[in-house]
């Protein structure tokens, strides 16, 4: 049985989340998903506290946020998700006295960007103008885009015709890192 605080998850189902909750687990740390009850749990890490969860339900989702040191969210979605899902999960850790509160931001630095840009970071921007009025510490990580999209989603390296893409200037700076 580990002494160390337990951590309570959001989107442990998923892609980044999976591999936090992996992280934690190789470390020791207690952890509990809270998943949606449709969710398949064959696709979770093993090793976690799994709680299937209504999210809508405000006394369910405290009861499940007690005794948790930090929320961790790595959902994913749009405003049903980052605004109204992220909402009622910080309003149930603030009831159920969590002292931190981390969003799923895992983002380029949008406090430096341009609102009305980009309808991913302005969802972002919104919900830590909640996330700051609320009593409850938060980190937000901002770890810039991950590389693999380099040669996916965001098709900047093009092995096929071996050329670089860029916009304007070629001196561009981005910040990448690994998942
Ligand atoms: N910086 C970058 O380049 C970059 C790249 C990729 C992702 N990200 C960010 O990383 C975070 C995680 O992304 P991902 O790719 O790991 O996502 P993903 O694989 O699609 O996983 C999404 C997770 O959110 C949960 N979820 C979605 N809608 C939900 C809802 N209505 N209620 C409850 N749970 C819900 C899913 O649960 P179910 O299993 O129940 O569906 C799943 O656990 C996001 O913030 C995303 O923007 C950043």
New binding site residues.
Partial sequence: MSNLPLIVM??????????IARALISRGVPTRA???T???QA?LPTGLEVVPVD?ADHDRLRAACDDATCIV?????LG???L??QSRLLDAAIAASVPRFI??????DFTRTAPGRNR?LDL?RAFKAKLDAAPIAATSVL???????LAG??PIVLHGIRRILYWGEADQHYD??T?
């Avoid at 989107?11 to 999976?18: E, F, N, Q, R, T």
């Avoid at 770890?143 to 999209?149: E, I, K, T, V, Y």
């Fill in positions: 959001a989107g442990a189902s998923g892609d980044l989340g999976g591999r809270l998943v949606r449709n969710t398949r696709q999210f969210s790595a959902v994913n979605g049903d998700v980052v109204d899902l969003p799923s931001d895992y983002s380029l991913n972002r770890n810039g885009a991950f590389a693999d999209l989603q965001a990448f890192t998942k």
